[in-house]
């Protein structure tokens, strides 16, 4: 069982940055692929970003270098740096950790509740 809680979100704006953490239970949290989604009012919700246990990183094309995904297992975090913030990327983020393909929401076995992010013009 892993319980994610993540932090972080807030109002920026454009061309701002923001450090998302999530902050992992569980003792196997090293064991999992952690990811970021985001969900915008009336949008599914889509991949942002996501890290294997051994560091690989994977991002979505609209990150466009602006986008960082890492994690430190000695404190059982992962985070998303975000640059050149745009309003687009105003949405709820989440956190998630699982262990199928990665790039897929149902694949994620454990959720965070969501940290807002908003991003005026």
């Known amino acids: 069982q892993v319980q994610l809680v993540e932090s972080g979100g807030g109002l920026v704006q454009a061309g701002g940055s923001l450090r998302l953490s999530c902050a992992a239970s569980?003792?196997?949290?090293?064991?999992?692929?952690m990811g970021w989604f985001r969900q915008a009012p009336g949008n599914e919700r889509e991949f942002v970003a996501a890290?294997?246990?051994?560091?690989?990183?994977h991002y979505a094309d609209f990150r466009k270098g602006r986008f960082t995904v890492s994690r430190d297992n000695a404190r059982n975090t992962v985070y998303l740096q975000m640059d050149s913030l745009k309003p687009e990327d105003t949405a709820v983020y989440y956190c998630?950790?699982?262990?199928?393909?990665?790039?897929?929401?149902?694949?994620?076995?454990?959720w965070g509740q969501g940290t807002q992010v908003t991003v005026s013009s």
């Open positions: 569980g003792r196997t949290f090293s064991m999992y692929a």
């Open positions: 998630a950790a699982g262990s199928g393909d990665m790039y897929t929401a149902a694949e994620y076995d454990y």
């Open positions: 890290i294997t246990w051994n560091g690989s990183t």
